[in-house]
């Protein structure tokens, strides 16, 4: 019969065979967001629009985002501080802009509009090292490979990189349109009167016409003679409920 190993061996055995595995590093914080997993049928001049709306209470200095094949579904979002942008990020990561839930983290790089306003001396020399970089890392980049092999795969396969049919237009949602001098409103009560929204939004300076829908009771259009006074009666009258009960629905009308 074999002698039993004492305990205290064991124990000895334990902790030797133990290993700490030490954490990832995180990625240092910079006062730029490198945000993915963007809805790519949205169009580019309309996704930016919506990314500084998104990110205008963090003090968003700047949105860049490209249409080339290799950057759609990504941006960069710039702040004038690390702490702006952790905030940002904590705040809006996962956020579902059309549909789609925002990957973010900190990029790797300050962004040209960062340097500029924060670091302005050294703007020039900024540049000409992203430039010297991107020369040097043109055949190395992770992401360009991926794209490269994408496309070598595609003439492969006799097909394209391009879509067969030209895709469809994506409306932006209402609550990211641009500021304009008409409102558009819904959800009114069926019983509400012209005279009664003239009351109600002429309490805020230059308004300029309230017109009902015969045909729809639940909406109409109030419109102002400047953008900045349509703006202030939208922020202070959305959610409003004329009648006690349903919530006024407030957005910028479509250009």
Known sequence: MADAVPQESMQGVEASVAV?????PEKPKCETLYIQNLNEKIKLDVLKSSLKGLFKPYGVLDVVAHKNLRMRGQAFVSFESSEQAEKAMNDVRGFPLYS???QISFARTRADAVVKKLDGDHFEDHKAHRSEHKK??????????????????????????????????VQMPDEYLPPNKILFLQNLPET?????????FSQYPNLYEVRLIDTKKDIAFVEYTDEASSTTAKDA???????GENKIKITFARK
């Open 20 to 24: 700490d595995v030490p954490a990832e």
């Open 100 to 102: 789609k839930s925002m």
């Open 136 to 169: 040097k890392t043109r055949y190395t980049n992770p992401l360009k490979q991926k794209f490269k092999a994408k496309r070598m795969a595609a003439e492969l396969d006799g097909g394209s990189l391009l879509p067969v049919s030209r895709r469809p237009n």
């Open 192 to 200: 509400v009167t012209q005279a009664q929204l003239i009351a109600l």
């Open 237 to 243: 009258l959305h959610n409003y409920k004329l009648d």
